[in-house]
């Protein structure tokens, strides 16, 4: 069992990053849990911090119903899902509208008044504690390859096979810490169970803005 806090996975990720990119790049966060290893990406790069929720699109009250994600207004929608369960193609339109509003709520209740960030041309690295499903990832990977990030870096403790393949048509590089042969085995545990709530996401894009901005000055 190997175990890492996600202040060190954050730590050790911009370490193989370092090797990645020359540039600063912008890191967006996918998870509350993403964002405390984000923040810590973000910092030694004096690099801006951003967010990027995703939500699955399920039927409410049908457990294993879930048949795409949304996330920045992108939606992934499996048709093969679809099928298997039945459901009308205006009910999957419907869900996707209301999933998308519910989305856009709760990025900019995160972001805590901070503006989004340009991310056209840049290079992005899309940020998870390992935690989040496979579609997610995809969903958000997706995303940012729509708005134009020039090149898109995956960067979370561990990963599976599923999830790697995912991302095959969006991210450019993959950077784990565990192989994903290894992700059963890989724990990201902090020393004491800590909520991330939206205050503390918002607390820290604005503190990695005016990290940036102190870094500018220098």
């Not at 020039?150 to 048509?169: H, K, M, V």
Request: glycine share 8%; hydrophobic share 45%; net charge negative.
């Amino acid at each position: 069992m190997q175990i890492v806090t996600r202040a060190e996975a954050g730590r050790r990720l911009a370490l193989g990053l370092g090797a990645l990119v020359r540039e600063v790049p912008t890191v967006v966060a996918l998870s509350p849990g993403g964002v405390r290893v984000a923040s810590e990406i973000a910092r030694s790069f004096d690099a801006p911090l951003d967010v990027i929720p995703g939500q699955r699109l399920e039927v409410p009250g049908r457990s294993h119903s879930v048949f795409g994600a949304v996330a920045d207004g992108s939606p992934i929608v499996l048709a093969e899902r679809v099928r298997e369960l039945g459901l009308p193609d205006d009910y999957v339109a419907g869900m996707v509208d209301i999933t998308r509003r519910e989305v856009d709520q709760v990025t900019r209740s995160w972001r805590g008044g901070a503006p989004a960030i340009d991310l056209k041309g840049q290079t992005v690295v899309l940020v998870d504690d390992g935690a989040s499903d496979a579609i997610m990832v995809a969903a958000a990977a997706r995303a940012l390859h729509e708005i134009g990030a020039g090149r898109l870096i995956y960067a979370a403790p561990a990963a599976t096979q599923e999830l790697c393949s995912a991302l095959d048509d969006y991210c450019d590089d993959l950077l784990l810490l565990f192989p994903t042969d290894a992700a059963a085995d890989a724990v990201v545990c902090d020393p004491q169970f800590e909520q991330t709530t939206r205050s503390d996401v918002g607390m820290m894009i604005r503190r990695s803005r005016s990290n940036v901005g102190a870094a500018a000055m220098r």
